[in-house]
C-alpha cells in the first residue's frame, strides 16, 4: 500500500492526472479541491475533515484549485483480487469524488497516525490495514459487484500449526500477511477471514500478542536490557515497544520486570523463613 500526504497546490492551473492504481484519500482538514473528467467542466467540491474521495481510475481527471491538505492511498490490485474472490483480472471500482464512510475513515485514520509515528508497527499492520481497506471498497464501490463470502469455519489444526511456526521462527523479522497465508495455502483475504474465525484476532493482533509474550519471557531475566528485549521481539524502537507494553499489559516493560522480580524475592524470602520456623519446631 502506498501512502503519501498531498499538500495544499496554490497553483490555480488545471492539471491532468491519471492513476494506474486505485487510489483514494482522505481529508485532513476542511478546504476545497477542483476537479472534472473535462477541463471545460470542472466543479469544486467543498470537504470537511475526514471525507474521503475514490479516484477514477485510468481515465484520469482534471485537477485545478486545491487548498486542502489529504492522506492519498494507493491500493494493490493484489489486495482488491483476494478481497473480491477473483483469480485474475482486475477489479474495477465506481469513484466519487466525495462521501463518507466511517469503517474506511476509521481505517484510514489509523494509517495516518502510524505514518506519523514512522511506521512502528511494521509491514503486516499495513498489510492487515489494506486488505481490510479493499473488503470495505469491494463491498461499497464495486461496478461488478460480488459480495465478499463468508467462511463458515476455520483453519484445521494443520494450518494452524504451520502458521504458528512461521510466527514463531519470525518475532524478531517483519512478516507479511501474503507470508502467512502462503504458510496455509490460502488467499490473503480467505486467510484473514478463516484465522479470526479460528483465534477469535486478526493475523497482526495475534503476531502482537506472541511478541509480548516472548517479551514477557524476556524481562524475567534480570540482566536483560530492554532496548534488547524489544528489537528481539520486533518492535523497531524501544518507545514503541513500551507504549505497546502498557496498552496491552498495563504496565511499562520496566515494571513488569520489578513487578516480577520483586515477587520472586518475596517467594523465595518467604520458603527460608517458613524453612528456618521448621528447623526451630525440631
Not at 461488478?144 to 504458528?164: E, K, N
Request: aromatic fraction near 8%; charged fraction near 25%.
Amino acid at each position: 500500500m502506498k501512502v503519501e500526504i498531498v499538500s495544499p497546490d496554490s497553483d490555480t492551473e488545471p492539471r491532468h492526472w491519471v492513476r494506474h492504481d486505485q487510489a483514494f484519500a482522505m481529508m485532513l482538514g476542511p478546504g476545497s479541491i477542483e476537479w472534472g473528467t473535462k477541463r471545460s467542466s470542472m466543479e469544486t467540491f467543498n470537504y470537511a475533515a475526514s471525507d474521503l474521495a475514490l479516484c477514477d481510475r485510468h481515465h484520469g481527471e482534471w485537477v485545478g484549485l486545491m487548498n486542502v491538505p489529504h492522506l492519498q492511498l494507493g491500493i494493490s490490485d493484489s489486495a482488491l483480487l483476494a478481497a473480491s474472490d477473483r483469480m485474475d483480472g482486475e477489479v474495477e471500482l465506481r469513484y466519487s469524488r466525495k462521501f463518507t464512510n466511517p469503517r474506511l475513515g476509521a481505517l484510514v485514520a489509523a494509517v495516518h497516525a502510524e505514518m506519523m509515528a514512522e511506521f512502528p508497527s511494521g509491514r503486516l499492520f499495513l498489510d492487515s490495514v489494506e486488505q481490510a481497506m479493499a473488503v470495505a471498497l469491494i463491498r461499497d464501490h464495486a461496478i461488478r459487484h460480488r459480495p465478499v463470502q463468508i467462511s463458515r469455519g476455520g483453519l484445521g489444526q494443520a494450518r494452524l500449526r504451520r502458521v504458528s511456526e512461521l510466527v514463531d521462527a519470525r518475532l524478531a523479522d517483519e512478516l507479511s500477511l501474503h507470508e502467512m497465508a502462503q504458510a496455509a495455502g490460502l488467499s490473503t483475504a480467505h486467510f484473514a477471514r478463516m484465522f479470526r474465525k479460528s483465534t477469535g484476532q486478526t493475523p497482526h493482533q495475534f503476531v502482537l500478542r506472541q511478541r509480548l509474550e516472548r517479551a514477557k519471557a524476556m524481562l524475567r531475566a534480570p540482566d536483560m536490557r530492554v532496548l534488547a528485549v524489544a528489537v528481539a521481539c520486533g518492535f523497531k524502537t524501544q518507545q514503541h515497544f513500551a507504549q505497546v507494553f502498557r496498552d496491552v499489559c498495563g504496565v511499562s516493560p520496566t515494571e513488569y520486570r520489578q513487578d516480577f522480580l520483586g515477587y520472586e524475592a518475596t517467594s523465595a524470602a518467604e520458603t527460608d523463613f517458613e524453612s528456618s520456623r521448621l528447623v526451630v519446631c525440631d
